[in-house]
């Protein structure tokens, strides 16, 4: 079974500034999908990037961008030139290409990352 | 604009007196879950339809039970709510491939007193 980490619970940053969310996962797969959702108070958990396993580039959405790293299996989230719409909990997940049910993620236990002025 | 649609955004409920969450999605999307999400926590799937195909997580409580009676609504049924079953409850959609992004409503937020 997959598992998914992210060591950092809690962070804040400085508007404008950029932040590194952390998330390592364990898998014998190879060939599988990690996603970043953010989960901002009290509204509903969007899609903010994906990245497919097979593609050694990173990938980007404007100010969001991934550091993924497969030998290492992480794959942390950074958020550039932030902004105070950013503060959310954000939650990595793993999705695997095999077996019966590859359809099904695997979350992290969140970040909640605060944006102050 | 499609959407996932969770009514009512807030629920109570008394200890023991079923309860019944609904979900829609204009979508079209094959799977439909549902995800209990307790504070700070991450959301932990419950189970979900793939088309008509129940599929259940094998630590779900019997006293969760869901119906989907066609490809736009599911509905996830609270047996005997107990006070450990106040959560947020979370409907995603999706495509059905490893990489399909989950469709997430806004959730309900479920008291139960």
């Known amino acids: 079974a997959q598992t998914v980490t992210q060591s950092q619970p809690e962070m804040s940053v400085q508007e404008a500034e950029t932040v590194t969310l952390s998330c390592t996962y364990d898998?014998?797969?190879?060939?599988?999908?990690l996603f970043w959702y953010k989960q901002p108070p009290s509204r509903q958990m969007i899609l903010v990037i994906r990245?497919?396993?097979?593609?050694?580039q990173n990938a980007t959405e404007n100010r969001f961008s991934v550091n993924f790293q497969k030998a290492a299996k992480s794959f942390s989230l950074k958020i550039s030139d932030s902004q105070l719409g950013d503060t959310a909990m954000y939650f990595c997940?793993?999705?695997?290409?095999?077996?019966?049910?590859?359809?099904?993620?695997?979350f992290g236990k969140g970040t909640l990352l605060t944006v102050n002025p | 604009d499609a959407m996932v649609i969770q009514n009512p955004r807030y629920q109570v409920t008394q200890f023991g007196k079923p309860v019944t969450l609904s979900c829609s999605q204009t979508l079209n999307h094959n799977v439909m879950y549902w995800y209990q999400q307790k504070s700070s926590q991450a959301p932990k799937l419950l189970f979900h339809?793939?088309?008509?195909?129940?599929?259940n997580e094998a630590d779900t409580p019997d006293n969760f039970q869901s119906r989907r009676p066609n490809t736009s609504f599911c509905f996830l049924d609270i047996r005997s709510p107990g006070l450990g079953d106040a959560a947020m409850y979370l409907c995603?959609?999706?495509?059905?491939?490893?990489?399909?992004?989950?469709?997430f409503g806004n959730g309900t937020r479920l008291t139960v007193t």
């Open positions: 339809y793939y088309d008509k195909d129940f599929n």
């Open positions: 898998t014998s797969e190879n060939n599988y999908y």
């Open positions: 990245q497919e396993a097979y593609k050694q």
């Open positions: 997940a793993f999705g695997s290409n095999s077996g019966g049910s590859n359809y099904k993620l695997t």
């Open positions: 995603a959609t999706s495509k059905g491939r490893a990489n399909s992004p989950l469709h």
